[in-house]
């Protein structure tokens, strides 16, 4: 899973397993136990609503350019909004 975060144990860096009788992580290897404190902070729930409806959207297909330097030789790619004077560094986005 990408948005699985472990914490080993911090005695023997062995995985720590959630105790649900204790609220606590407990590493099965040491026996050690942590304690979870509660946070303070309030969770903002998101309205799924939101990002169904955005999935809905059709998107457009992204268009990438190649631009080739006359002087040097280098080729830079870039999306087609973006747009490249004949000066030094200056680009202007659109």
């Given at each position: 899973?990408?948005?699985?975060?472990?914490?080993?144990?911090?005695?023997?860096?062995?995985?720590?397993?959630?105790?649900?009788?204790?609220?606590?992580?407990?590493?099965?290897?040491?026996?050690?136990?942590?304690?979870?404190?509660?946070?303070?902070?309030?969770?903002?729930?998101?309205?799924?609503?939101?990002?169904?409806?955005?999935?809905?959207?059709?998107?457009?297909?992204?268009?990438?350019?190649?631009?080739?330097?006359?002087?040097?030789?280098?080729?830079?790619?870039?999306?087609?909004d973006i747009a490249f004077l004949n000066a030094e560094t200056v680009a202007i986005m659109f």
């Open positions: 899973m990408q948005f699985l975060k472990e914490h080993p144990c911090p005695n023997c860096n062995s995985e720590l397993n959630y105790d649900a009788d204790r609220n606590a992580l407990k590493c099965l290897h040491c026996g050690a136990q942590f304690p979870i404190e509660k946070s303070s902070q309030v969770v903002e729930e998101n309205n799924i609503q939101l990002f169904k409806d955005a999935a809905a959207i059709p998107l457009e297909p992204v268009v990438t350019v190649t631009y080739k330097c006359s002087k040097c030789g280098q080729e830079t790619q870039a999306g087609a």
